[in-house]
Every structure is written in structure tokens, then in C-alpha cells.
């Protein structure tokens, strides 16, 4: 699995106390009990990580893991191209 | 039968000017105060805000009275000053000895506590500045007030963050009702433009960085505002007795909390406490002319907010007038709901409803008539004001007009 994904997982798995086994790419947010104030500190978590930053538009985008996943590599696409 | 209470005083000091009467001016214009922030937020995502213009508080307070004053609290000092002399009352009156001052505040004094911060996290000195505790405390406004305008009565602040303000003015109206006060000023008062403050917003992600667009389809969230909304409130009997221009009647609060979930407002909980509020004011829904909204442009604010209003008033919903003047003023917190009633009385007093400025178009599930970018002529005999914390701690006041001629 690609870097993202494994780091969007770990950061899910921390804040919704279950295993990252339980995790997968197609799974819902809300099926994990992340609502948006978990959203945000889960994006939070991971601009650090990643040394990105993650605008808050996105939030209103977000229904699955995969979802935060796709919208991080566009931008480090981004910022790789800049 | 409990006693009447009246509305006889207004103060403000916000983004659109230090006096009630730049507020005035610019609602009714339609005025933004919001624009780029300075200074003030560098190193922060924060753009922009609505900062009381060209503040300086030499020409409020003497370099005796400043080291005791943080941002907030001055705020607090300089509206209940303009607040008591706009209800025809003076320092020393027996009137004011005896008044009650209560304060709501979201924040408290942080500008003090974070230059404490600095001067020890970052600068690793040894000693926090002496008065950081008594200019810090939450409730340092409600004592500077209470000092500066010599009154006696009962003063203390409250918090419920975006409500503060205006649970504050159910208190003053609750102990005027009761007869334990007949006099009492009430509002809210906040400055959090600091760069904690700043951070801390930034990291929760409701804040724009266009501009506040209540109820539109581009909005892209709330907008800080700081200063101070303050009210003299007083019992009907007491305000006919003395011959004060009566500028409404505060007719009846509602209050309530969600229970639920500490940002996302309910539809429950703003449709409870809008119908306790007609109720308390014992008013119909089909007598309100104008809803001064909370209106805060977030996401989750708006629909919520216009969901409760269908809710409440039926069919009637559509023949409201609803604005924001958010979208003026800013979110200023703690002052916020007491700059609403501020401008929500004045809507009544001069048969004016202030615009939703910076507005575009209507968002999804926000269809009522929200006086789109210019003021509206129109009678306004009953209206209220809503304020809905983080937390879900809900205050909506009722106000309807007064016949001065019954004095």
C-alpha cells in the first residue's frame, strides 16, 4: 500500500481507537465514528507528518478514508510541480 | 406579576467604530468592517478580521487606569460608559450605585495572559508580570466596570462563548424581573485577535479567508470581530419614574443546551430555544418582524439555523425579515451577541432592518429573506436576536416595541 494510505490509516486507526485492520481504503468515516472535529484533528495530524498544507475546503469533500488518501497525493502532486 | 423590564441605554465599540452611532451608520449602509488583518496575524493562516479602527486607548483611559486594563476589559469600560450616558444616568447616581454590571466574555483577558506566556515559554524568563492575574481573570471586565462607573450592585462575568453577551442580559433581565435590581448594564465583551488565539482558530478550521457571507452558497466560513455590545436595562416603573427615553422592551429570553455535540449546532436546540423565548415574551411566532440571526457563515450554522426558523414560524418563516450583521461586525465572540441586540433594538427603535452584507447568492437550505446587502424600511414592532454557542449553549431575546405614550 502506498505511504499515504499507510500514514491516513495509522492517524484513523489512533483516533478512532481500532486496529488499522479494520481499515480499509473504501471504509466510511462516519462507520469509524470520525465526525468533522475528529476530521480535523486527523488532517491536522497529518499536515505535520507530510509537512503539507491541507486546505479546509476539503472537508466538506471527505466520506472515506480513500477519499483523504486521493486528495493528499493530488497535493503533493501539486506541490511536486511547483 | 413579575416587573417589566425596558431597554433605556446602548453602547458598542466594535469593527465599525467606537460609538453606537458608527455602528448605526454603518449597518444601515450595509458597511463592512471586516479587511485584512495586519500585523496582528502574522504567522498565522488568518487573513482577515474586524479590528476596532484606529484604537487607542490613551483617549479613553489615563496611564493611571491602563495597567489594569486589558483589551477586553477597556472595551467593557468605554461601551457601559456611552451605554449609561445614553439612558440619561451619571457616575454617582443613586441609580447607578445601586445598578448591577454583568458581563459576558468568550475569552477573557488573553492578551495579558499571553504576554505572561511569551515572557516565560519563550523568553524563559523567571517572573510573570504581577498583574497578570487580576487584568487576566475572565472577570477583570466586569470589576473594571463596576470600578470605573462606581457601581455597587452585583457584577460578575459569564461565559458560555458565542452566547456570553447574551446570557448575560438574561441575568440583568432576570434580577430586574425579581426586584432585586432595578437598574442593571449588560453585555459582552471580547479582543481575540491575539496570536494564540489566532492559532487555535486557524487549527479548527471555520474561519474564512474572504469574508463572512452569511446564508450564501460561497460562504467559506465565520469571521473574528472584537470589542464591546453593553445595554442599560431597567425595570419599566423605574425608567417612567425618572422620564427615560424607552427604546424597547426586553419582553422575554429563552435559554437552552443541545446535549449533544460540542460544534455541531442542532436544529432541536435552536428551534427550543427560539419557541421558549416567544413564549417567555408571550408573543405568537406570527407577530415577529425581524430575526437578527446568528448567522455565522459556517457551514454548519446556516441550513441549521434556517431549518429551526421554518421549524418555529410555519408559514410565516417566509415573511421574515432575517439578517446577519456578522457579516458586518464580525464574530466577536463573547460581544457578539450584545452588539446583535445593540443593532436588533435599534432595527425596532428607527423601523430600519440592517442588511446581510457581502452577500451573493442563497445556499443550500437557506431560503428564507435575508435583506440581501441593503437595508429595508419596514415596521418593526416585535423582533429577536439569536445566539447559539459552541456547545450548544442557546440564547434567543425577544424584544417588542414600547408605547411611550402609556408613560
Known amino acids: 500500500m502506498a505511504t499515504n494510505a499507510v500514514a491516513v490509516i495509522e492517524i484513523i486507526a489512533r483516533e478512532a481507537k481500532c486496529s488499522p485492520e479494520d481499515i480499509a481504503l473504501n471504509t466510511g468515516l462516519n462507520e469509524l465514528g470520525i465526525d468533522s472535529l475528529k476530521a480535523i484533528i486527523i488532517l491536522s495530524e497529518l499536515e505535520d507528518l507530510l509537512g503539507i498544507e491541507i486546505p479546509n475546503e476539503i472537508i466538506g469533500s471527505i466520506n472515506t478514508v480513500g477519499d483523504i488518501v486521493t486528495k493528499l497525493d493530488e497535493l503533493q502532486r501539486i506541490s511536486d510541480t511547483e | 406579576m413579575t416587573r417589566r423590564v425596558v431597554v433605556t441605554g446602548l453602547g458598542s465599540i466594535s469593527g465599525l467604530g467606537a460609538t453606537v452611532a458608527d455602528f448605526w451608520s454603518s449597518l444601515s449602509a450595509g458597511r463592512s468592517a471586516i479587511g485584512p488583518l495586519a500585523d496582528i496575524a502574522k504567522g498565522t493562516k488568518i487573513a482577515v478580521g474586524a479590528v476596532v479602527p484606529n484604537f487607542n486607548p490613551e483617549q479613553f483611559f489615563s496611564s493611571e487606569q491602563l495597567p489594569l486594563l486589558d483589551r477586553f476589559s477597556q472595551f467593557a469600560v468605554i461601551a457601559s460608559r456611552?451605554?449609561?450616558a445614553d439612558a440619561g444616568l451619571a457616575i454617582g447616581d443613586d441609580a447607578v450605585i445601586r445598578a448591577a454590571a454583568i458581563i459576558g466574555t468568550g475569552c477573557g483577558g488573553k492578551q495579558t495572559d499571553e504576554e505572561t506566556y511569551v515572557r516565560l515559554y519563550k523568553e524563559h524568563k523567571d517572573r510573570a508580570h504581577p498583574l497578570t492575574i487580576p487584568k487576566g481573570m475572565p472577570s477583570a471586565a466586569a470589576s473594571m466596570v463596576s470600578m470605573h462607573l462606581g457601581i455597587s450592585g452585583p457584577a460578575f462575568s459569564v461565559t458560555s462563548a458565542c452566547?456570553?453577551?447574551?446570557?448575560?442580559?438574561?441575568?440583568?433581565?432576570?434580577?430586574?424581573?425579581?426586584?432585586l435590581v432595578d437598574v442593571a448594564l449588560v453585555g459582552g465583551a471580547d479582543a481575540p485577535f491575539t496570536y494564540g488565539l489566532l492559532k487555535a482558530w486557524e487549527?479548527?478550521?471555520?474561519v474564512s479567508n474572504d469574508t463572512c457571507r452569511p446564508f450564501c452558497k460561497d460562504r467559506t466560513g465565520m469571521v473574528l470581530g472584537e470589542g464591546?455590545?453593553?445595554?442599560?436595562?431597567?425595570?419599566?416603573?423605574?425608567?417612567?419614574?425618572?422620564?427615560?427615553?424607552?427604546?424597547?422592551?426586553?419582553?422575554?429570553?429563552?435559554?437552552?443546551?443541545?446535549?449533544?455535540?460540542?460544534?455541531r449546532p442542532s436544529v432541536d436546540g435552536i428551534a427550543r430555544t427560539m419557541h421558549s423565548a416567544l413564549e417567555n415574551a408571550g408573543l405568537a411566532p406570527d407577530a415577529v418582524d425581524y430575526v437578527n440571526a446568528h448567522g455565522t457563515a459556517t457551514l454548519a450554522n446556516d441550513p441549521a439555523e434556517t431549518a429551526a426558523l421554518h421549524r418555529v414560524f410555519g408559514s410565516h418563516a417566509k415573511a421574515l425579515s432575517v439578517s446577519s450583521t456578522k457579516s458586518m461586525h464580525g464574530h466577536a465572540l463573547g460581544a457578539s451577541s450584545a452588539l446583535e441586540l445593540?443593532?436588533?433594538?435599534?432595527?425596532?427603535?428607527?423601523?430600519?432592518?440592517?442588511?446581510t452584507a457581502n452577500f451573493t447568492e442563497p445556499?443550500?437550505?437557506?431560503?428564507?429573506?435575508?435583506?440581501?446587502?441593503?437595508?429595508r424600511e419596514q415596521q418593526v414592532d416585535v423582533a429577536i436576536s439569536n445566539s447559539f454557542a459552541f456547545g450548544g449553549l442557546n440564547v434567543v431575546l425577544a424584544i417588542k416595541s414600547f408605547?411611550?405614550?402609556s408613560s
Request: glycine share 12%.
Open chain 2, 163 to 179: 452566547a456570553s453577551g447574551a446570557h448575560a442580559v438574561v441575568q440583568g433581565h432576570m434580577m430586574i424581573q425579581s426586584g
Open chain 2, 363 to 375: 445556499g443550500e437550505g437557506c431560503d428564507l429573506d435575508y435583506v440581501p446587502n441593503q437595508a
Open chain 2, 82 to 84: 456611552e451605554a449609561l
Open chain 2, 203 to 206: 487549527a479548527l478550521r471555520v
Open chain 2, 228 to 263: 464591546a455590545g453593553m445595554l442599560v436595562l431597567e425595570s419599566e416603573e423605574h425608567a417612567i419614574r425618572r422620564g427615560a427615553r424607552v427604546y424597547a422592551e426586553l419582553a422575554g429570553c429563552g435559554m437552552s443546551s443541545d446535549a449533544g455535540h460540542i460544534t
Open chain 2, 403 to 405: 408605547p411611550q405614550a
Open chain 2, 342 to 355: 445593540v443593532a436588533t433594538v435599534l432595527a425596532l427603535h428607527n423601523n430600519l432592518v440592517p442588511p
